[in-house]
């Protein structure tokens, strides 16, 4: 990529932030609007340049910190006592993560740790910031498939893996059906649907030759 086009996008990102500063200073200035797209805009240059140098490693950095220092900034900016930009920061730093792991990021034992320091750090956000609701179960249940995926689609154990996976979505729904109503059992019509999936696979693979 030629300099040119880098230099063109840094100006033409330069200007447009500074304009849009100064619309946001004249028409509302109790509101920093002009942050949103500012944001957006830094994200041009930026990917330009690591595009063309192919550091696409150190992109996955810089753009990583720039959003959870733009969300940092929005949770400031909103007075909210609750600082809940940790949420969506603890999900977009695996991005750099995986990004440097290489070709370790598609291993088992990546799916393993990463599931593990997932669920851990967000069970503790959840244990400190809204102990009122267990909704880390949410988060375990869909991390979970990540390492359980690699480990029966590699080997090849399919009808086990519908077995797994059925367990727990069930073991998903019993527990949200203790927690959230246990004066009701409702969590037997999701089960009765899911365990179908590991039934059929048995009978397909049962089945009389043709």
């Known amino acids: 990529m030629r300099d040119h086009r880098a230099n063109f996008a840094v100006a033409g990102s330069i200007m447009s932030i500074v304009f849009l500063l100064i619309v946001n200073v004249i028409t509302s200035p109790d509101y920093l609007w002009f942050v949103h797209p500012a944001f957006a805009l830094l994200q041009w240059p930026i990917a330009m340049y690591f595009a063309a140098t192919r550091r696409l490693k150190l992109y996955s950095l810089v753009s990583t910190l720039l959003l959870i220092l733009y969300l940092i900034w929005e949770n400031i900016i909103q007075g909210a006592g609750h600082p809940w930009f940790l949420y969506p ?122």
Not at 132 to 144: D, E, G, Q, S, T
Not at 168 to 188: C, D, G, H, Q
């Open 89 to 210: 920061a603890l999900a977009v730093i695996w991005w750099p993560i995986i990004m440097y792991a290489g070709r370790y990021a598609a291993t088992l034992g990546m799916a393993i740790i990463s599931s593990i320091l997932i669920i851990g750090s967000y069970g503790i956000l959840n244990l400190l910031l809204s102990p009122h609701y267990p909704w880390i179960i949410f988060v375990a249940y869909a991390i979970l498939w990540w390492p359980m995926s690699i480990y029966f689609t590699r080997s090849g154990r399919y009808f086990d893996f519908s077995l797994c996976a059925s367990l727990l979505t069930s073991a998903l729904f019993i527990t949200v059906n203790i927690i959230s109503s246990p004066n009701e059992i409702w969590a037997i019509y999701p089960i009765f649907a899911v365990i179908w999936w590991p039934l059929s696979m048995h009978y397909y693979a049962k089945r009389p030759p043709v």
